[in-house]
């Protein structure tokens, strides 16, 4: 099934213009996960993801849409079943990110209206995934073999578009935006820390996107700050 093109290319104008999307791990305690949420839009954070295999994807997602103010983008990544993409929909995402290209996925992505950026990180799974009509994929995880390895790739493909994740840290946003990313996904490096607080977590927030815009040459006036 022919993803929905325009919706998909509206989306990523959308993260393009967000920049750095912020990743919720699995990981983190429904009430941690809470508190970083709060942190998250308060930044803020103009787009978040919440792994889906956490207990508490669900529930975080409907907080994050409740608590939102109501321009951050919301998403469901580590998107595995069709039961997920329902779940997603459910709670409020407005997009869904998987590792890799599945069918499944993608035909029950379209039948909810769904915009689906299916992972995509060596040549054969890129064709893949344009075998099947999309060309707006989610590169992961980036730090395996790192920016060289990502430009090579968009250069073989330059009119995919790529959101790129895994493993990114602030040193290396501007390789991956010189190298063409699209926008990039981060995990926030403070919560693997005993102690952190959500003051923290905003001026890391508030640190990427800096990073990510003067990267770009945008000029970071235009990021705001709250």
């Excluded at 993608?106 to 915009?115: E, F, I, K, Q, T």
């Excluded at 590169?139 to 790192?146: C, E, H, K, S, T």
């Amino acid at each position: 099934m022919q993803p929905d093109a325009n919706t998909t290319r509206a989306l990523f104008e959308q993260l393009r213009e967000a920049g750095v999307i912020v990743r919720l791990e699995e990981t983190l305690p429904f009430p941690e996960a809470l508190e970083v949420a709060d942190a998250l839009l308060a930044a803020p954070a103009l787009g978040i993801v919440v792994a889906m295999p956490a207990r508490h994807a669900t529930a975080v997602l409907q907080a994050l849409v409740h608590r939102g103010p109501g321009q951050t983008l919301l998403g469901a990544a580590d998107v595995l079943s069709e039961q997920h993409v329902d779940a997603a929909a459910r709670a409020g995402a407005t997009f869904l990110v998987s590792t890799c290209f599945d069918l499944r996925l993608a035909v029950r992505a379209r039948m909810l209206s769904l915009p689906y950026v299916p992972g995509a990180f060596t040549a054969s799974e890129v064709a893949l995934a344009l075998r099947h009509g999309y060309d707006h994929l989610y590169y992961n995880p980036a730090d395996i073999l790192g920016p060289d390895h990502f430009a090579s790739l968009r250069a073989a493909y330059p009119h995919c578009r790529f959101l790129v994740g895994g493993g990114l840290d602030p040193a290396s946003l501007p390789a991956y935006a010189e190298a063409g990313a699209w926008a990039v996904v981060a995990s926030s490096e403070l919560l693997g820390r005993q102690s952190w607080t959500q003051a923290d977590l905003i001026r890391e927030v508030r640190l990427l996107r800096r990073i990510w815009e003067q990267a770009l040459g945008r000029d970071t006036g235009a990021v705001r700050l709250r």
